[in-house]
T-cell receptor
Framework: AQSVAQPEDQVNVAEGNPLTVKCTYS??????LFWYVQYPNRGLQFLLK??????LVKGSYGFEAEFNKSQTSFHLKKPSALVSDSALYFC????????????FGKGTRLSVIA | GAVVSQHPSRVICKSGTSVKIECRSL??????MFWYRQFPKKSLMLMAT?????????EQGVEKDKFLINHASLTLSTLTVTSAHPEDSSFYIC????????????FGQGTRLTVV
């Protein structure tokens, strides 16, 4: 079975500082990995994905993530946090075969303080 | 990216009544859509997989007679919460994937259901 873990419920960072939101995964085979962001009472917005190729993937709003196979991690990063980045972030994994649903981590609330 | 529209965004209903939530893929056809439920400060729980032209597949523990799913066309799936109770109050989100080329799923705006 596929699963993802987000070890931090909450991450606080000062505006302008780099941010990292952690994610580790457990899958059989090669994973499709995703990051989504959710603002209050809204659906999820796609940020970025890792399918294959370069381990460092760049996404929307200046976010990037690094796929690390040996550590089974896919941490989300941004060099300089903005107050508007404050939201709930979800890491997700999907079985590459077929049109399968996403399996989500529990989410990490990011708070960027001015 | 592809657009998924969900309606209504917010609904309040009385206990015992039914509520229908619509999920539409606006610029692509979706033979499969997924319905999730999100509890406060919790992650998204997959409820069911909606299949166009056939029965939905429900996850373990989800009552299919309570959460009726209909996927009558390639762009519309509906979730009906029947005989709603306060414990059904939650945030419901649908998603779909444009199989023409994208690997990521796109989500509707979500529906906040409050049963009073």
């Amino acid at each position: 079975a596929q699963s993802v873990a987000q070890p931090e419920d909450q991450v606080n960072v000062a505006e302008g500082n780099p941010l990292t939101v952690k994610c580790t995964y457990s899958v059989s085979g090669n994973p499709y990995l995703f990051w989504y962001v959710q603002y209050p009472n809204r659906g999820l917005q796609f940020l970025l994905k890792y399918i294959t190729g370069d381990n460092l993937v760049k996404g929307s709003y200046g976010f990037e993530a690094e796929f690390n196979k040996s550590q089974t991690s896919f941490h989300l990063k941004k060099p300089s946090a903005l107050v508007s980045d404050s939201a709930l972030y979800f890491c997700a994994v999907r079985d590459p075969s077929g049109n399968t649903p996403l399996v989500f981590g529990k989410g990490t609330r990011l708070s960027v303080i001015a | 990216g592809a657009v998924v529209s969900q309606h209504p965004s917010r609904v309040i209903c009385k206990s015992g009544t039914s509520v229908k939530i619509e999920c539409r893929s606006l610029d692509f056809q979706a033979t499969t859509m997924f319905w999730y439920r999100q509890f406060p400060k919790k992650s998204l729980m997959l409820m069911a997989t909606s299949n166009e032209g056939s029965k939905a597949t429900y996850e373990q523990g989800v009552e299919k007679d309570k959460f009726l799913i209909n996927h009558a066309s390639l762009t519309l799936s509906t979730l009906t919460v029947t005989s709603a109770h306060p414990e059904d109050s939650s945030f419901y989100i649908c998603s779909a994937r444009d199989l023409r080329g994208s690997t990521e799923a796109f989500f509707g705006q979500g529906t906040r259901l409050t049963v009073v």
